[in-house]
């Protein structure tokens, strides 16, 4: 039983340079979001999916882009990275009123 | 929107000892969901204790439990016999669920270090 599984778990760009972090999850959750965890800041909701082919932005979204072509994928795009795009990057899915499943992060550093 | 927050950056106590955490939220919602997460240095979020608006009794699951004041809109996490495994960031979480959106948004954590 994997969960969520997140790739890659480390990731350095340079400026400007684009990426996907992939997201992929095996419970059939319908929900599905992506949090960016920073010092003194806790987890940020980047973006998120209530099923497959609607997404939503939620606080901190730009920069980012998202699709959901089917239940269990939620990649996260990164179109022109900056070094304020520096963070641990959670994806998490979850049932209607259930608590949030979490893949093991990624760290991404953009230098 | 709701926000959450956790009023002390970090804590520590001695093992085997009680320690409280600190939870306070702001929300208009009659309806939601409470939760704490912990994230051991394995960065890993792993959820501790979950608590229904709706319901008065506090949650408890072995060494943890809550105290949940819904007037005040206070949400503690409570420590009992504090082991060294316990060390880690602590997150309390709001969530509202509007049909199949789980809106979960987070505290920026404290981070609890048991000292043997």
């Known amino acids: 039983n994997a969960g969520v599984t997140q790739t890659p778990k480390f990731q350095v760009l340079k400026t400007g340079q684009s990426m996907t972090l992939q997201c992929a999850q095996d419970m059939n959750h319908e929900y599905m979001s992506w949090y960016r965890q920073d010092p003194g800041m806790g987890l940020r909701l980047i973006h998120y999916s209530v099923g497959a082919g609607i997404t939503d932005q939620g606080e901190v979204p730009n920069g980012y882009n998202v699709s959901r072509s089917t239940t269990e994928d939620f990649p996260l795009r990164l179109l022109s990275a900056a070094p304020s795009q520096t963070s641990v990057y959670f994806c998490?899915?979850?049932?209607?009123?259930?608590?949030?499943?979490f893949g093991n992060g990624t760290r991404l550093t953009v230098t | 929107a709701q926000t959450v927050t956790q009023s002390q950056p970090e804590m520590s106590v001695q093992e085997a000892e009680t320690v409280t955490l600190s939870c306070t939220y702001d929300t208009s919602e009659n309806n939601y969901y409470l939760f704490w997460y912990k994230q051991p240095p394995s960065r890993q979020m792993i959820l501790v204790i979950r608590?229904?608006?709706?319901?008065?009794q506090n949650a408890t699951e072995n060494r943890f439990s809550v105290n949940f004041q819904k007037a005040a809109k206070s949400f503690s996490l409570k420590i009992s016999d504090s082991q060294l495994g316990d060390t880690a960031m602590y997150f309390c979480a709001f969530m509202k669920q509007v049909g199949n959106n789980n809106d979960m948004r987070f505290g920026a954590g404290t981070r609890l270090t048991v000292k043997p």
């Open positions: 998490a899915s979850s049932w209607r009123g259930s608590p949030l499943h």
């Open positions: 608590q229904e608006a709706y319901k008065q």
